[in-house]
């Protein structure tokens, strides 16, 4: 008579849990056939849950009718099987837990067989990604993928518990909400009840968690999915899930604090890692000039040294006219020094030109240091005037055997190619792993930004972050007369290169609130019109306040290892920001876009 499985017989283990402590154990167990082998008369599988793996042995002179049914097994059958725990005797398998014993079947059922699959359901394989997208319900039965998952259940349930030990409140935000200006471009939801209106799918519960701040709250954290229509890459995606952080009647210490702790909590449950607090802090400026960016990678050095400055007091008589051009021009430059104890060959030398114009510039100048610092390889070294070679050999520190890379001309395009170029450069000196964190975890909080941008094409300032950002007090004087000079209190935390999280001190004051919408040419009109329900809310007794958005799959994405942002993710989208599993976008009916009063519009021919 068959076993009961389910109804009557539950599982008592998962496959990664029995040891040799379990020996002589009726144990029953559930999951899928990882690999079949007959040995001439006996059946081996190995059965695999989320857990582990469990090796399971059919023998015919212990249970004849499982034995046979045992010879129907195929890749990927989901099974439930009954037996009792035995020794491995000599047979260990070091790389498993269950290593040590195997489990001598006495029944088995066949829940579910399983059609040949499109790639096999191994720990390492190189099937194009795509193929794996589109058959994610198998991907997602690799052991690297759900080790990423469960590790990312862990940290929800760890930032719940240090969140609400903090003293916070786990509060909802709408998804769909009124579109406002500024940030990425939103997801638009046509309303069906109200013809030619459109919900915006949120982007961040900015809006909303100041609000909780102004009823009262005072703490407040969600893990919340947000919505952004923008261009993908490696570590975006157009729905992600942030940790959302607000709290009143604070600095941003404080909320350095907070983050800080939950940071060091979830490196020390996740990996066992004693993350050292609190972060180091650099100034926004600091980091722009060193490293090119305000998300810098502190595991190596490179840094970039500034020479605009010297070139300037060099003038034209230094030699290199294109470079004093670019200064002439409202432009900078910049050096960085691969050193000689990590040698590149012309040949890859050549290469960093073809990275550098890649990403937008003209070329990459560049030059060896010899014997008395002479340049050599390099069409600088025929022009160049020994008092301003010998001033940038100073100001890089340059030795024999360097080699010297420079980028000059427009200030925002030197920063974003000396910084790529510097990541670049440090993975092809073996300083950084090509993906991972090499076992080395660089904290830093980089602080005290510009609070408004200059828009080249508009010739108009906006905000850097948001219209709510409070400047620094000593900055309000400049908010009408020199908008470039405000400094504000926003932050962002790094980690390795990567931007984990940002936030910043909220404006509490309607009276500063109305010189910023000014400086941003946003007349008192727009002003309601966009933002009216936080500008009336802040009129009636705002507490002053503050937050942070930390980027949970960015985090989930460092904490494994991962390659991808899609490997954290259950079910990410493509570049293209399509779903090759089930579809999406798909089309719809005519029918349905009657109901939300919509009407398509033909493509652009090609």
């Not at 009840?193 to 701040?213: H, I, R, T, V, W």
């Not at 008589?317 to 691969?338: D, L, N, R, T, W």
């Not at 022009?383 to 030795?399: E, F, G, H, S, V």
């Not at 790529?420 to 930004?449: C, D, M, T």
């Amino acid at each position: 008579m068959a076993v009961p499985f389910i109804t009557e017989v539950k599982r008592t283990h998962t496959c990664g849990q029995l040891t040799k402590a379990n020996i002589g154990e009726e144990v029953v167990l559930f999951g899928w056939v990882q690999n079949r082998r007959d040995h001439g008369g006996a059946v081996f599988i190995d059965l695999r849950d989320r857990e582990g793996l469990t090796q399971v042995v059919f023998e015919p002179d212990i249970a004849k009718e499982a034995h046979e049914l045992a010879g129907q097994l195929r890749l990927e059958y989901c099974i439930g099987i009954k037996g009792k725990v035995a020794s491995r005797g000599t047979q260990v398998n070091p790389k498993l837990k269950t290593g040590e014993i195997e489990i001598k079947a006495t029944d088995l059922t066949i829940f579910n067989r399983s059609e040949p699959t499109p790639f096999l359901v191994e720990d390492n394989i190189d099937t194009a990604e795509d193929k794996r997208l589109a058959y994610r319900f198998l991907d997602l039965r690799r052991r690297p993928l759900q080790q990423s998952l469960m590790t990312r259940s862990k940290m929800n349930a760890i930032t719940r518990s240090y969140m609400v030990g903090n003293g916070f409140l786990e509060l909802e935000t709408p998804f769909m909400g009124k579109y406002t200006p500024g940030g990425a471009r939103n997801f638009l939801v046509p309303s069906r009840l109200n013809p030619g209106k459109f919900y915006a799918l949120a982007e961040s519960p900015q809006l909303y968690k100041q609000l909780f701040m102004v009823a009262g709250f005072d703490r407040y954290f969600q893990i919340v999915k947000c919505f952004r229509d923008e261009d993908l890459r490696l570590d975006r995606q157009p729905e992600f899930t942030q940790i959302d952080v607000e709290m009143s009647f604070v600095t941003q210490d404080d909320i350095f604090t907070i983050i800080e702790g939950l940071i060091k909590r979830l490196w020390g449950e996740v990996l066992g890692i004693d993350i050292p607090t609190p972060f180091m802090r650099m100034d926004f400026y600091e980091s722009m000039a060193k490293y090119g960016n305000d998300k810098p990678d502190l595991r190596f050095g490179l840094e970039h040294i500034v020479l605009t400055d010297l070139i300037k007091q060099h003038g034209a008589a230094g030699g290199v006219p294109m470079m004093f051009e670019a200064v002439e021009q409202g432009g900078i430059v910049k050096a960085m020094v691969v050193p000689a104890e990590k040698p590149m060959s012309r040949a890859e030398s050549d290469k960093l030109e073809e990275f550098a114009k890649q990403n937008g510039a003209k070329g990459l100048a560049r030059a060896k240091v010899g014997e008395g610092g002479e340049w050599t390889q390099s069409p600088l070294s025929k022009t160049i005037t020994p008092a301003l070679r010998q001033a940038i050999n100073q100001a890089c520190n340059a030795k024999t055997g360097d080699l010297l890379l420079f980028q000059f001309g427009r200030e925002s395009l030197v920063h974003t190619v000396m910084a790529n170029l510097r990541v670049h450069v440090a993975k092809k000196l073996g300083l950084i792993p090509e993906y991972g964190s090499g076992g080395v975890w660089k904290f830093l909080w980089v602080v005290n930004p510009p609070l408004f941008e200059y828009d080249e094409e508009t010739k108009t300032w906006a905000a850097a972050h948001h219209a709510f950002t409070r400047p620094h007090d000593e900055d309000v004087a400049y908010l009408l007369t020199d908008p470039g000079r405000v400094k504000c209190h926003r932050y962002d935390v790094v980690l390795n290169g990567f931007e984990i999280g940002g936030g910043s001190i909220r404006l509490h004051d309607p009276k500063v609130q109305a010189e910023v919408f000014k400086a941003l040419g946003i007349s008192d009109e727009d002003a309601r019109a966009k933002f009216g329900f936080l500008l009336d809310a802040l009129k009636f007794g705002a507490p002053p306040h503050g937050g942070i958005a930390l980027g949970m799959d960015r985090l989930a994405f460092l904490l494994t290892g991962a390659e991808s942002l899609r490997d954290v993710i259950p079910f990410p989208k493509t570049k293209m920001g399509t779903d090759l599993m089930t579809g999406a976008p798909g089309d719809v009916d005519d029918k349905q876009l009657r109901d939300v009063h919509v009407r398509p519009v033909p493509p652009p021919q090609k």
